[in-house]
C-alpha cells in the first residue's frame, strides 16, 4: 500500500476526457492517472481551489452528513483495477466502529479533498496502472502540450460557476 497526493485535474487530449492524477508519496513517485467524468473533474478542482457554492454540491453534501452524524473518514484506498475498472474504498469511523464503503475513485477523491483525508493505492494498481514521470529535461514539444492541457482546464474551470450546480 502506498500514500499517494493528489497532484489534481487535468483534461487529457485529445478525448478531452477529465482525469484525476495521483502521485505517490515517496517511493519512485509513480503517477496513478484515474479518467473520471466532468461533474466529479470540477467537484475535484472545486476542493483543491477551495470554492464555495451556495448550495452544497453532492460531494459537500456527503462531507456534512457525515460530519453531523460524527463520522470521519479517515482514509481512501484505490484497492484494485477490474476490467479496466479502478475501485476505491472509503475507511469511515464512526461510534459503532469501523466501516468500509465501496465507492468510485473519483467521488472517493472528491470527499478526501474536502477532509483532507489520506489517499492510499495498493500496490498491484500501481504496479499495473502507474507510471514514473519523464525528467524535467522532457522536450519542449511535451512541455508545450502539457502547458496547452493545463489552459485548456483552466479555461473550463473559468467558465464554470458555482451558481450552475444551484438549485
Known sequence: MAEMELVGVRVE??????????????GAGRVLPIFIGAPEATAIAFALEEVVTPRPMTHDLLQNLLDDLGVSLEKVTVTELRDGVFIAEL?????DGVHTISSRPSDAIALAARTGAPIF???AVLDEAGYIEEPDDADAED???SEEIVEEFRDFIDSVN??????
Do not use: K, W
Not at 487530449?13 to 515517496?26: D, K, N, T, Y
Not at 458555482?162 to 438549485?167: G, H, L, Q
Open 121 to 123: 493505492a495498493a500496490d
Open 91 to 95: 475507511e469511515l469511523h464512526a461510534h
Open 143 to 145: 512541455t508545450v502540450q
Open 13 to 26: 487530449m485529445p478525448s478531452s476526457s477529465p482525469i484525476a492524477l495521483l502521485r505517490e508519496v515517496g
Open 162 to 167: 458555482p451558481e450552475d450546480f444551484a438549485t
